[in-house]
């Protein structure tokens, strides 16, 4: 828990804890040891979007409860278990997977996208990286099971191909996995052996078309993935969506602590196939979606002036019309997102 307001001592003139703080075991304890006995912790109704809304809560505190709110931190936590019996015992139970997949599943329908979007575009710790990409992409698979009308049981398995795709990477040593450097030619066809591990590590249980999504995320249709160089219609639907999801989390993720990686940046390379060899169809399914819903967006300008997305040109999807006050502007060179935060008004 974080404290809303600034908290005085009875005569009001000593700041015992400031607003933002963590509350903690250690931190009642002391307050008790004040002497006030009749001490309480309280939450209203408001809090959560008070505390949100408040400038002084430190951005990663912010995180953490919009995580919690979500049920993100609950469902990470899961894949971190499932995850770790992996790299102990190999061999992924499939009840575990199978709970995930559904808990996922059913919040797919209800979900506020903007909450789900928050949740997955941060900078990564290098030892969640693993599970927050695997739980991400079970959620973007799942989105365009859902965008493209499949049946229940269909987005179920894409749900469990995007929780499996990476699995194989727990086989993988990390001082390669997690190499801060450009990595060896060796080294990388280690890497590239990943989805293969994926695969193998699934028994008989899985799906066939959850196994196959695993083992050929990484092809590309013109015949340069891998690792068994398929292309065309050699590579499966489920395989194509993974791919593309896989790409979008990376390159969210993928950025400097200094500016956020845009959403509107990476559809537009997408739409511009700067990432090679993705199916065009599925990829207009995806642009189209995610166009949608960041319609509507408060993003926090160059300038520091918020504004709300009030266009996105489906041909010029990195420079959206922002409408800021009485100002109507496309984003350009000079003036452009810094951040991307929710739709107006909605915690
Ligand atoms: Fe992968």
Known sequence: MVLSDDLYNESGKVLLIRAGERITEKTIGQLKNLGTEDACVMTCEETYEKIMNAKEVPPEIRQE?????????????????????????????????????????????????????????????????????????????????????????????????????????????????????????????????????????????????????????????????YPDQLSGDEISVFARITSICDIYDAMVSKRSYKEERLPFDILDKMKHKEYGGLDPELVAVFIKNMIRHFKNSQVIMSDGITGIVSYIPPNDIDHPVIVAGDVVRQVDDTWYCRKVLREEGEY
């Not at 709110?69 to 770790?84: H, I, M, P, Q, S």
């Not at 450097?181 to 590239?192: F, M, S, W």
């Open 65 to 225: 409860m919009m995580e919690d709110k979500f049920g993100y931190t609950k469902l990470r936590k899961e894949v971190r278990n499932f995850l770790g019996m992996i790299e102990h015992a190999a061999e992924p139970e499939y009840e575990a997977a199978q709970e995930v997949t559904g808990e996922v599943t059913k919040k797919l329908g209800k979900m506020n996208f903007h909450d789900f979007f928050e949740c997955i575009n941060v900078p990564r710790k290098i030892d969640e990286d693993l599970q927050r990409h695997s739980l991400n992409i079970a959620f973007l698979n799942g989105m365009m099971g859902y965008w493209l009308k499949m049946p229940e049981e269909q987005i179920q398995l894409l749900v469990m191909a995007g929780l499996l795709h990476d699995i194989g990477k727990t086989q993988i040593p990390e001082q390669i996995l997690y190499a801060p450097r450009k990595l060896t030619k060796e080294e990388y066809e280690v890497i590239k052996q990943h989805p293969v591990y994926s695969y193998e590590l699934l028994g008989d249980q899985y799906d066939a078309s959850v196994r196959d999504a695993v083992r050929h995320h990484h092809e590309r249709l013109d015949g340069l993935g």
